[in-house]
C-alpha cells in the first residue's frame, strides 16, 4: 500500500464502504476504520428485520469488515454467532476482494415480546452461545476458528475477548450504527449508516509483563515496558473520546475523526479498500451442490413437482427439474 502523510486538507476522504487503514508511530499503534451506507442499506433492505435486528446485524457487519480486512492474501472471514437470545443466530461473510454479505436468524416473537430498554441492548437480542471467527485461505488449506464465549456481552466486548484470550494483542474496538430518515421530493426516505473503528497496540516489543516489584524497584531493563504501557493507556484514552455520532456522520470522515484522534502524535493513512454488498451464490453452485445429494435425498426435497433452493442471505430463489439429478 502507498503510505499517505495526512493532515488538513492533504488527501481526499474516503468516502462510505471503504477501509481506511493507519498507524500512529508515536504509539505503536495500527488500526482501520470505516464508515459505511449505501453497501449496508442495500444488505439489510434484502430482509424485513425489526429495526433492533438490523442494528444488530449492521455491528456484526462493520467488526467482520474491520477483521477480515486486515488478511493479507485471497480468502474468506467468516463471523458467526449461535446463541440462545431472541436472534439466535448471525453470519457474516466477508470476502478479500471486499464482497460482503450476511444475515440474521431471530424469533419474531421473543424480539417482540421485548421492552424498550432490552431491544436496545444488543447483548440481550444475543443472548448467550458462543461467536465463531473462521479464517478460510482456500481449497488446499486448513482453516483456522477462533471461538469466544457469549455472556450478556456486547460485539464490541467480545471482539476485545477475543483478541486478548486468542491473539493476546491489547486492541480497542468501537461500534455504531443507526437508521438514517431523510426528506427526498417530497417524501420520506430511509436509509443506514454504520462506522467502526478497530485500534490494537503492536509495538516491536512485546508488553504487558506481570510486574511484582513496585515500579521504583523495577529490575535494570524492564523500565521500557512501562513507557510502552504509557502509550498504550494513552492511546486507549484518546480511542474514548470517540461518540457514536462521529463514527457514522459523513461529514466526519475517517480521515478527520484520525487526524482529532492523533495528530499530535504523527497518524499516517493508507489506501482504502473498497467494500460491496455482493452474495456469491449462483445456479451453477447451487445445481453442483444439489449434484451431490442421493437419489434419497433429491426425492425429498421435490415440492411441487419442482426443487426449489433460495439463498438466505440476498434472498434469491432458484428452481430445478428434480430430472436433471435422477436421471
Known sequence: MEEIPFGPGSIDPAGDDAVLPFEVNGLDVRGRAIQMGPALSALLARHDYPLPVSKLLGEAVVLAVLLGSSLKFEGQFLLQ???????DMLVVDYRTSGDIRAYARFNKERVAEMDVDGLSKPE????????????????????????????????????????SQSEQIPTLVRLAVAEMMTREDGGAAHSWRAGGLLVQYLPEASIGVQRDLPGGDA??????????????AEATSLVSTVEDHELIDPDVPAERLLYRLFHERGVRVYDSMAV??????????????LGSFSAEEITASIEDGEISVTCEFCGQKYSFDPQEFLG
Open 81 to 87: 454467532t449461535q446463541t440462545d437470545g431472541p436472534v
Open 124 to 163: 440481550l437480542l444475543l443472548g448467550k452461545g458462543i461467536l465463531a471467527m473462521t479464517i478460510d485461505q482456500g481449497e488446499f488449506t486448513s482453516r483456522y476458528q477462533g471461538i469466544v464465549q457469549l455472556d450478556g456481552v456486547s460485539l464490541e466486548e467480545v471482539a476485545h475477548l477475543y483478541f
Open 219 to 232: 529490575p535494570e531493563g524492564m523500565e521500557h515496558h512501562a513507557e510502552e504501557e504509557d502509550a498504550w
Open 276 to 289: 460491496r454488498e455482493q452474495c456469491s451464490c449462483s445456479r451453477d453452485r447451487i445445481q453442483g451442490v
